[in-house]
């Protein structure tokens, strides 16, 4: 019962990261924006850091199997992986320029 638990929470937890965030930051009035790409980058950040250290603090001192250490664990690592996207990304190391054009191309196929 424990680790469909700790799939679900964390898998809460991303939604509210990636799809609430950006919905709740990307409200417009009109011409207006209510705000800017900075606090929806803090929101990220900020929630996948606290996915992390959530993540890693059950692991070493909740978690009572060593199977629900490495799920904690492994969910941890996960929100560092999408971090350092969200990160490398923001800093302008990682673009996706390519993906667009792999995508272009595939759709002048059709």
């Keep these: 019962m424990r680790r469909p638990l700790i799939h679900l929470i964390n898998a809460g937890v991303l939604i509210l990261v990636?799809?609430?965030?950006?919905?709740?930051?990307?409200?417009?009035?009109?011409?207006?924006r209510l705000s800017d790409h900075s606090v929806?980058?803090?929101?990220?950040?900020?929630?996948?850091?606290?996915?992390?250290?959530?993540?890693?603090?059950?692991a070493w001192a909740v978690a009572g199997s060593r199977k629900d250490r490495a799920l904690c664990l492994g969910w941890a690592g996960l929100f560092g992986l999408c971090l350092g996207v969200v990160w490398g990304q923001a800093m302008g190391w990682l673009d996706f320029l390519w993906l667009k054009s792999v995508l272009l191309w595939i759709r002048g196929l059709f």
């Design 18 to 32: 990636f799809v609430m965030f950006p919905a709740i930051t990307g409200r417009n009035l009109g011409s207006l």
């Design 40 to 58: 929806l980058f803090q929101l990220t950040v900020g929630g996948l850091c606290v996915g992390i250290v959530t993540n890693a603090v059950l």
